[in-house]
T-cell receptor, first 110, second 115 residues
Framework: QKEVEQNSGPLSVPEGAIASLNCTYS??????FFWYRQYSGKSPELIMS????GDKEDGRFTAQLNKASQYVSLLIRDSQPSDSATYLC??????????FGDGTTLTVKP | GAGVSQSPRYKVAKRGQDVALRCDPI?????LFWYQQALGQGPEFLTY????????KSGLPSDRFFAERPEGSVSTLKIQRTQQEDSAVYLC?????????????FGPGTRLTVT
């Protein structure tokens, strides 16, 4: 079992809908949690970080963290075709390495 | 300011050749990370530096891989006697350890193809 699990997808949503991406992790010592967006052939781009239980909103993006359930999610509201990418969940226990999931591929259809 | 830069962006090596991949982190970022990303998978950790000190090299897959950061800024990942299984994208990231939650920012990567 991987330390960080994500639904591989693909996840397909119509333009304007809400996309919901989920991630679970196994290390209870994890302290900080990240969502990266990766377009095909490009490197990961940080879009959200969260470290306290609850919701964190940034524009159309909302990250949700539940440490008791070891669960992190990313909601994308008013999805746009430009949001079509692979979304990577990452966790860190300290200032050292990040552990990544294998990503969920999102397609937003016009 | 400028982001993380990596060179070369693409490298083709014949099996058995040595390669050196360079990473220039964001100015002022004392932490530097190397990851390996295979197609369809998430980045896998290789090694981590804080300034010039290599604090974690647990992810290096074999003794053919080593990394250095002698002056605490630019880092080089070297792979000796390359094998086909080394073909991947090598990603460098940097972060500032004083800034919880320790956000990491990636460079564009080096795509290594071993033939």
């Amino acid at each position: 079992q991987k330390e960080v699990e994500q639904n591989s997808g693909p996840l397909s949503v119509p333009e304007g809908a809400i996309a919901s991406l989920n991630c679970t992790y196994s290390d209870r010592g994890s302290q900080s949690f990240f969502w990266y967006r990766q377009y095909s052939g490009k490197s990961p781009e940080l879009i959200m970080s969260i470290y306290s239980n609850g919701d964190k909103e940034d524009g159309r993006f909302t990250a949700q963290l539940n440490k008791a359930s070891q669960y992190v999610s990313l909601l994308i509201r008013d999805s746009q075709p430009s949001d079509s990418a692979t979304y990577l969940c990452a966790v860190k226990a300290n200032a050292g390495k990040s552990t990544f999931g294998d990503g969920t591929t999102l397609t937003v259809k016009p | 300011g400028a982001g993380v830069s990596q060179s070369p962006r693409y490298k083709v090596a014949k099996r058995g050749q040595d390669v050196a991949l360079r990473c220039d982190p964001i100015s002022g970022h004392v932490s530097l990370f190397w990851y390996q990303q295979a197609l369809g998978q998430g980045p896998e950790f290789l090694t981590y530096f804080q300034n010039e000190a290599q604090l974690d090299k647990s992810g290096l897959p074999s003794d053919r891989f080593f990394a250095e950061r002698p002056e605490g800024s630019v880092s080089t990942l070297k792979i000796q006697r390359t094998q086909q299984e080394d073909s991947a994208v090598y990603l460098c990231a940097s972060s500032s350890p004083t800034g919880f939650p320790y956000e990491q920012y990636f460079g564009p990567g080096t795509r290594l193809t071993v033939t």
